[in-house]
């Protein structure tokens, strides 16, 4: 998103540095384009670094004395993960359209967000995959499940050994887990239908992850639920450990 940003926050060779400073400080920016002229195209970049290094040179240093002409610009269209190496050493990329006019900048916290965005869903999604994986340890190890109930509420063409549970992907534990004959093993108090469809959500939106596919609106709500359905799995995968314990005594 900050690559295309409106309204675009830029000081022009021309102005004076106090605007530049001015812009960064109330807007929480670390750089800041500078333009030629009154027009669009990139001249150079200021950065809290550059106006420091500047000022301690000359106390009467201008915009264009703490302005870096060497900067690293990419297009809209070029690859992210080219350009990571440029945003690590210098903080930030200065992002141009097909007119070569500055659309916006992509800046080391920028990536940070991203990672975030990408890195926490996935924490979420590999904590409730490895609670299935202790619900249906448990429902094994205390003979209530077995490898003929497995299979069959494994879906048709997943093609898996209902032996090899460490190796079933999310969807099918999900649908292990929330098959009807095995849900009812659980003995729990939440509804198999809702906890079921949240799950199929969350494996939906793991594809779309795993896969670095477009995520829309419905997956933010699904990412911000994910930590409450971790609850839920959590609760269940502890019930039934709970169960099997006190069957063991």
Same mark, same amino acid.
């Given at each position: 998103p900050s690559a295309t940003v409106k309204p675009l926050y830029t000081v022009s060779e021309s102005d004076p540095l106090s605007r530049a400073i001015s812009i960064m400080e109330l807007n929480g920016f670390s750089q800041l384009p500078v333009t030629k002229g009154r027009g669009s195209k990139p001249a150079g970049a200021v950065t809290w670094e550059s106006i420091g290094r500047a000022l301690a040179h000359n106390r009467r240093a201008t915009l264009i004395d703490s302005m870096n002409t060497r900067f690293p610009r990419a297009s809209l269209t070029d690859n992210l993960l080219e350009n990571i190496g440029s945003v690590y050493s210098?903080?930030?990329?200065?992002?141009?359209?097909?007119?070569?006019?500055?659309?916006?900048?992509?800046?080391?916290?920028?990536?940070?967000?991203?990672?975030?965005?990408?890195?926490?869903?996935?924490?979420?999604?590999? &904590?409730?995959?490895?609670?299935?994986?202790?619900?249906?340890?448990?429902?094994? &190890?205390?003979?209530?499940?077995?490898?003929?109930?497995? /299979?069959?509420?494994?879906?048709?063409?997943?093609?898996?050994?209902?032996?090899?549970?460490?190796?079933?992907?999310?969807?099918?534990?999900?649908?292990?887990?929330?098959?009807?004959?095995?849900?009812?093993?659980?003995?729990?108090?939440?509804?198999?239908?809702?906890?079921?469809?949240?799950?199929?959500? /969350?494996?939906?939106?793991?594809?779309?992850?795993?896969?670095?596919?477009?995520?829309?609106?419905s997956d933010r709500a699904v990412r911000e639920n994910l930590p409450a359905l971790v609850s839920v799995v959590s609760a269940l995968s502890q019930h039934v450990a709970g169960e099997e314990s006190a069957k063991s005594k």
């Amino acid at each position: 998103p900050s690559a295309t940003v409106k309204p675009l926050y830029t000081v022009s060779e021309s102005d004076p540095l106090s605007r530049a400073i001015s812009i960064m400080e109330l807007n929480g920016f670390s750089q800041l384009p500078v333009t030629k002229g009154r027009g669009s195209k990139p001249a150079g970049a200021v950065t809290w670094e550059s106006i420091g290094r500047a000022l301690a040179h000359n106390r009467r240093a201008t915009l264009i004395d703490s302005m870096n002409t060497r900067f690293p610009r990419a297009s809209l269209t070029d690859n992210l993960l080219e350009n990571i190496g440029s945003v690590y050493s210098d903080g930030y990329v200065v992002v141009v359209d097909s007119r070569g006019d500055i659309s916006g900048i992509v800046t080391s916290a920028d990536l940070v967000e991203q990672f975030s965005n990408i890195a926490g869903p996935y924490l979420w999604l590999e &904590r409730i995959e490895t609670e299935l994986r202790k619900i249906l340890d448990a429902l094994v &190890r205390s003979s209530l499940l077995d490898a003929r109930q497995i /299979a069959a509420s494994l879906p048709a063409e997943s093609g898996k050994s209902a032996r090899d549970i460490d190796d079933h992907t999310l969807g099918e534990l999900v649908s292990i887990v929330t098959h009807p004959s095995v849900w009812v093993l659980l003995d729990s108090t939440h509804d198999r239908k809702v906890v079921g469809a949240a799950l199929n959500r /969350a494996t939906e939106l793991r594809n779309r992850i795993m896969h670095f596919r477009a995520t829309d609106k419905s997956d933010r709500a699904v990412r911000e639920n994910l930590p409450a359905l971790v609850s839920v799995v959590s609760a269940l995968s502890q019930h039934v450990a709970g169960e099997e314990s006190a069957k063991s005594k």
